[in-house]
């Protein structure tokens, strides 16, 4: 057993020593961002009026810093095409294991259902978990965001694109996004239309990355405010910025029309 053991540690030190040494296995975060930015697939609707594709967060907070309150909706599906519009990144190590947050700003969410649930300025993230990072890294979990809340699948349990790329649904007029397809169009949980239809239209988020930064990124992701964001907080300033303190889900584990997210989650309500 002692031999054994000591072999174990010596596998280890040998381990330890060839990702020291060996440049070839330093691993790059933001390559590793690349490789499994997540592919947003919208509902067939989005981009006709009052429904917003994803924009620049930059220009939009430069437009309210000049006191232009007007609406700010996206509807050129070309701008996502073109690789126009930014998906904002930030990645932290957690043990073993490399979290990455993803985040698309939306300038408008439209009413969810005749009357309720429209804002300007919303973000909304998908966290992903790499696995063994730094000798064997792998796409684990997924975390989808919606509505203030969130749930977590594991591989089998969401689709993917071209192999390494989680693919999310996003909701048509409150932007959360979702393992599926489908949706009935209220405003509970679950219901925020996405029927892509024969449309497809979707972000290959991996074309536009943009490394968030507390300090010396961009102007608006340094800033603590929420007047500029319609009362939310830039990414940079909320409280799960910390990616190593991250849970599986939030809400019940019924499926009701409120915060339900623990209803359509992997790992329960534990540490993502
Ligand atoms: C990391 O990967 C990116 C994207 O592929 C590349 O542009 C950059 O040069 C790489 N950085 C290092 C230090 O290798
Ligand atoms: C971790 O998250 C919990 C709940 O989201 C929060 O109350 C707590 O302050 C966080 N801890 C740290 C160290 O950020």
Known sequence: MASESSQTRMVGTLVCLMVLLVPGLAQNFTQLAHDYAPYLRFDQKEGDSDLCFPQDA????????????????????????????????????????????????????????????????????????VRDWELLPHLHEVRFGQKWGWYTRIPGHYETYDTTHPVAYVGKTNHGTYHDDG????????????????????????????????????????????????GIHAPTFRSDWDLCNLTGCTGSIFQVCETCGCHKCDIGEGPF
């Open 58 to 129: 930059a220009e939009y907070y430069g437009a309210r810093m000049v006191g232009d309150w007007g609406r700010k909706c996206n509807t050129d599906y070309n701008s996502l095409v073109n690789g126009d519009v930014p998906t904002y990144w930030h990645a932290q190590t957690c043990g073993f294991h490399l979290h990455i947050a993803y985040w698309n700003f939306y300038g408008y969410n439209n009413d969810c259902d005749c009357c309720s649930g429209e804002r300007n300025a919303w973000w909304e993230f998908i966290v992903i978990k």
């Open 183 to 230: 949706g009935t169009g209220t405003c509970c949980y679950y219901e925020d239309f996405r029927n892509t239809g024969s449309a497809n239209k979707n972000l290959k988020t991996w074309m536009n990355l943009v490394e968030l930064q507390e300090e010396g990124g961009e102007d608006w992701m340094s800033d603590p405010g929420t007047d500029l964001w319609s």
